[in-house]
């Protein structure tokens, strides 16, 4: 039985530029989000591992043996560098009783914590008895990289109840960090998750869920931004649900049906992410108006290739409409299809409250709602923590540890 229990948080994400491009070798910018997801791993009992993910409405729970049985069914070799294969994911969905096209959003949940806890059992010894719990402030698949949060701490979670990394916290301490080699084997583990819930992922997500902060990611190249300016950017979740998996795949078609007019778009877009690191890098921390234009403009172009690679949605289109009747740049980020929208918000130009108005007159119901839950500002930077370890004896409620990064108390699991 583990002796300890833990509570690991990872961060969502904001593209600026360079997704669906980054999929296929070109850049992107992104940077963490001040909306985590977080999972409570505590010890179990009776040789059972249970799971309760909320979220999604999953509570599930399987015997020790039973998944060491499962574990030699699946033939092909686990391992990190390797991608989960369709006969292991058949006899993953068998087992849970998923259907085998199934893609909602529980049946890709059980099936990424499935594949990771088999592959990272595998190879570096049993998941003990454990019950976890993750939960999110994240929405789901709206574009904020919750698949990659949910990842990034399973990763974590089950890599530490294997021993496969230490416990870094020492006594008296509230919050610690593993080491970079940890953090690198999380976010290679993490990396699976996301090829099992995105079939296709280039690894940006889970990259910023690991490591926080603001990058650019190329083709699994992490740099972290040199300067980066506090930037107000509105977010709008147009709450019109997507699949990632199934935006990236329809990217894909249409470069293999019209190669010689889609890569240039793509190359496009990665010189929009490369003008904008460098106008970024070259802007003061407070950066007054007049620095703001040429990153309005780059949002515009990005919209209309974002729209030509077939991610655009009309809710997309409204919120870029509405927003630009008040002299205001959005594009999507993440997937697009539906999800969130990012709006540029150069200092003292339009206050919030006559923006969330404008939004959400003109919008239909349901569609464009920037409630004030769903639209945060980024916290930049905000690089992801380990908060305490789980003083699992104690009631939940008198142990809940400090989001240091958003400066607020973390809410408990809900339910
Ligand atoms: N808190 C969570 N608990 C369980 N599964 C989650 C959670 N958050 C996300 N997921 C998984 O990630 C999927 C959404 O991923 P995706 O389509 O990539 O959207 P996004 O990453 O933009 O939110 C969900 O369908 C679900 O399977
Ligand atoms: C479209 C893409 O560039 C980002 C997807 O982000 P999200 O799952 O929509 O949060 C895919 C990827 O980079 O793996
Ligand atoms: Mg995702």
Redesign the pocket.
């Known amino acids: 039985m583990m002796e300890l229990g833990l509570l690991v948080s990872a961060p ?1 994400k904001v593209i600026l530029h360079g997704e669906h491009a980054v999929v296929h070798g070109k850049a992107a910018l992104a940077v963490a989000l001040g909306l985590r ?1 977080f999972l409570r791993l505590r010890p179990g009992d009776g040789e059972r591992l249970r799971v309760h ?4 409405s ?1 509570r599930r729970e399987w015997g020790l043996a039973e998944l060491s049985a499962l574990r030699g069914r699946v033939t092909a070799d686990f391992d990190e560098s390797k991608s989960p294969s369709v006969e292991q994911l058949d006899v993953l969905k068998e087992f849970a009783g998923i259907a085998a096209d199934a ?7 059980v ?3 499935l594949y990771m806890c088999l592959a990272i059992s595998a190879k570096y010894g049993d998941v003990p008895s454990v019950d976890i719990t ?3 402030e ?14 990034v701490c399973l990763a974590a979670a089950l890599l530490y109840a294997c021993r496969a990394i230490s416990c870094p916290l020492k006594d008296g301490e509230a919050t610690a960090r593993w080491t970079e080699d940890e953090m690198t084997l999380i976010n290679s583990w993490a990396f699976q998750g ?1 090829r099992v ?2 079939g296709n ?1 280039s690894g940006v ?1 889970n990259a910023v869920g690991t490591w926080g902060g603001a990058l650019r990611y190329q083709s699994g190249k992490i740099t972290s931004l040199k300067r980066v300016p506090t930037l107000r950017i509105l977010l709008t979740n147009t709450k019109v649900p ?4 199934v935006l990236v795949a329809g990217v894909k078609e249409k470069i293999l049906k019209f190669p010689s007019i889609m890569n240039p778009v793509l190359d496009s877009i990665d010189a929009i992410s490369q003008e904008c690191q460098s106008v970024l890098e070259a802007m003061p921390t407070n950066p007054s108006p007049e620095y703001y234009p040429v990153l309005e403009e780059l949002f515009d172009i990005n919209q209309h290739h974002l729209n030509v690679i077939g991610v655009g949605h009309p809710s997309l289109d409204r919120l870029c409409r509405v927003t630009a009747s008040h002299g205001l740049h959005s594009k999507l980020t ?2 697009g299809g539906g ?1 969130c929208g990012i709006t540029l918000l150069p200092p003292g130009q339009c206050s919030l409250l006559t923006l969330h108005k404008a939004v959400r007159v003109h919008s239909p119901p349901g569609c464009l709602i920037p409630v004030p839950q769903l639209t945060r500002w980024l916290l930049l930077p905000s690089s992801w923590q380990m908060p305490p370890r789980w003083p699992w004896k104690q009631p939940s409620e008198t142990c809940v540890p400090v989001d240091l990064n958003a400066g607020r108390p973390t809410s408990g699991p809900p339910g």
């Open positions: 969502g997801t993910l909320p979220g999604v999953v893609s909602a959003p529980d049946s890709l949940a099936l990424a914590f993750v939960w999110s994240l929405p789901t698949g709206a574009g904020l990289g919750s698949s990659a949060a949910y990842a996301e819930i995105h992922p997500d997507r699949s990632t998996k993440g997937a999800g």
